[in-house]
């Protein structure tokens, strides 16, 4: 009895994690919590390395407290799902950022404007082609990627979807 009542207890006690998409609560790290995607923090590559390698970057400046940052989180993802391999995708979380009197182009504090979300793109030259605030549609990062990559646009070439499973086992759907 007085194991059963000690196990009610534990479980009936237990606090409950609550995470909210629509509130500037801080949940965690939110590129896992809110768009299933712990490969993009910490970035693989610095601004500097991708400057380095003449990669282009997609940098997005974030706080994990806010509610359209945490609502953004699935168009990043989305971003890396397409162009991870050929753009470096670098999320810097704002608190992260040294302050500093001013800022080298390789550095991260250079583009930052002071509002989260903010994304920019940069070419392979590291010319700023796209810097824009708030929750930015992926379809317009997409077209400036297009131009940056040099691809047809969207209107020209087949929607980029992903496989279902099926497609992968054929052989075992009729």
């Known amino acids: 009895m007085l194991i059963a009542l ?9 606090s409950v994690a609550l995470a909210g998409i629509d509130d500037d609560r801080f949940d965690g790290n939110i590129f896992v919590v809110y768009a299933g995607n712990g490969s993009l923090v910490p970035p693989k ?4 390395e991708s400057l380095k390698r003449e990669m282009p970057a997609i940098v997005v400046y974030y706080l994990d407290d ?5 609502q953004y989180t699935a168009v990043v993802s989305r971003l890396q799902e397409f162009y991870g391999r050929a753009a470096s995708i670098i999320p810097v ?34 010319k700023v082609v796209f810097n824009d605030k708030g929750q930015v549609k992926y379809e317009v990062m997409d077209d ?15 929607e980029l979807k992903r496989r279902s499973f099926n497609e992968f086992n054929s052989e075992l759907v009729e």
């Open 45 to 48: 590559i610095s601004l500097a």
């Open 66 to 70: 806010s509610r359209d940052c945490k």
């Open 6 to 14: 000690c196990a009610s207890l534990w479980i009936f006690g237990s």
């Open 93 to 126: 979380s704002v608190d992260a950022i040294a302050v500093k009197d001013s800022y080298q182009p390789n550095e991260v504090g250079y583009y930052y404007d002071g509002i989260v979300p903010q994304t920019v793109i940069l070419d392979q030259q590291g």
């Open 144 to 158: 400036v990627l297009r131009k940056v990559f040099d691809l047809l646009p969207r209107s020209q070439s087949l």
